[in-house]
């Protein structure tokens, strides 16, 4: 009894068992050994090698040979459905898979893509994050909030900090989004999990992904992890850890959380802390006039030693009276994860904000 080949990946399929020149498809042509290869998971890794990939199909016999391109790959593990190989070091693009087991050969057309190495460098920014407001002197109805975004990028040595000015115990006025190449995932959503909820992300308009959560769930400590990416070029893809929410800090000084805003004066937005976690802590202040439109922003990357000073220098207009001043402290957290199609770093970063409120000194 004849058995139809499947139409699979394009599926170029040939055999020893030919007889002057015609492929037979009866059952003792020796094609009910070899008939399938399925689509290789993972379809994508990074150009130098190294990415464990499993060809599902068969019959898989011992000793076949894999092939990607023409460059051999190590077979890991063997079962007559199964091959679980290391993809050699390639090229950039799409190459063809090949499982050669000497009497019979099937290959998957243009099946894996090869991606340019990303070792040591950034391949997803974003940043998921809490803000928390303190004190009672905010207008009805306000509440703390959430947000959150992130994309891949193309390999670039870049963090979130950079946002504002990357350099330690520095500031920056009017802190702004360097310049990223965007990396195309090909789905219209994706979906981080967390310890206590999954937040729903959208492609947006610029490319990156944003859901807009308002439950205090996020203000929760923990990891997000990427779930299965359902449709595009990287199907499949998933990241665990891809970004982690830190303990928050406790702001000490100045004194943020009473019923009535403070005064401060230029030199005297020293800012004092307690807890987070790692390195760094990020410093926001916005001026905004009696009608809240604002005037100037300053971003400061801080370490976290629990005392900060936000220079005077750093302004690049004198303050006037009466203005208001927002004032962001915030922990930070990076992602800690290795990118699975170019072996670039997750630096998605949860973000734990406080945030206060206070006005400049009048006459």
């Known amino acids: 009894m004849k058995r139809s080949l499947p139409a699979l990946l394009s599926l170029l399929i040939f055999t020893s068992a ?33 990415v464990i990939v499993t060809l599902t199909g068969g019959e898989f016999v011992e000793g076949a040979r894999v092939f990607f391109g023409d ?10 459905a199964e091959l679980v190989v290391v993809a050699p070091p390639g ?23 090869y991606l340019p190495d990303g070792s040591g460098q950034a391949g997803a920014l974003g940043a ?33 900090a950079d946002v504002f000015g990357g350099v330690a115990d520095a500031c920056v006025s009017g802190p702004g989004f360097p310049d ?5 995932l090909g789905a219209n959503q994706t979906t981080l999990s967390g310890a206590d909820e999954a937040l729903a992300f959208t492609l947006a308009n610029d490319g990156f992904y944003e859901s807009s959560p308002q439950a205090s769930s996020l203000s929760t400590q923990g990891g997000w992890r990427l779930e299965p990416v359902t449709n595009g070029p990287f199907l499949g893809m998933t990241v665990e850890d891809l970004a982690r ?3 928050a800090v406790t702001l000490t000084s100045p004194k943020l959380d009473d019923d009535e805003a403070i005064t401060l004066a230029a030199d005297e937005l020293r800012l004092k802390w307690e807890g987070g976690e790692g390195d760094e802590v990020l410093v926001m202040v916005r001026r905004s006039d009696a009608n809240y439109n604002e005037l100037e922003t300053v971003g ?63 006459g």
């Open 91 to 113: 090229a950039e693009g799409n190459v063809d898979v090949r499982v050669d087991s000497g009497e019979s050969v099937v290959v998957a057309e243009g099946a894996f893509r």
């Open 180 to 184: 990223v190449r965007l990396m195309e």
């Open 300 to 362: 400061c990357v801080a370490t976290n030693d629990g005392s900060f000073t936000v220079p005077e220098s750093a302004w690049q207009a004198p303050w006037g009276e009466g203005e208001w001043l927002f004032i962001y402290v915030g922990a930070m957290a990076q992602g800690e994860a290795v990118l699975p199609h170019n072996n670039s770093e997750s630096r998605v970063v949860g973000l734990r904000w406080v945030v206060g409120a206070a006005l400049t000194p009048e």
């Open 245 to 247: 929410t830190p303990a």
């Open 71 to 80: 460059a051999e790959a190590q077979i890991q593990s063997f079962s007559p």
């Open 18 to 50: 030919c007889h002057k020149g015609n492929i037979e498809l009866g059952e003792d042509s020796g094609w009910s050994e070899v008939l399938r290869l399925d689509a290789p998971s993972p379809s994508y890794g990074s150009d130098a090698g190294g």
């Open 128 to 160: 998921i994050e809490w803000y928390e407001l303190l004190g009672g002197y905010w207008d009805e109805g306000s509440a703390s909030w959430g947000s959150a975004w992130w994309g891949l990028i193309q390999p670039k040595e870049i963090r979130y």
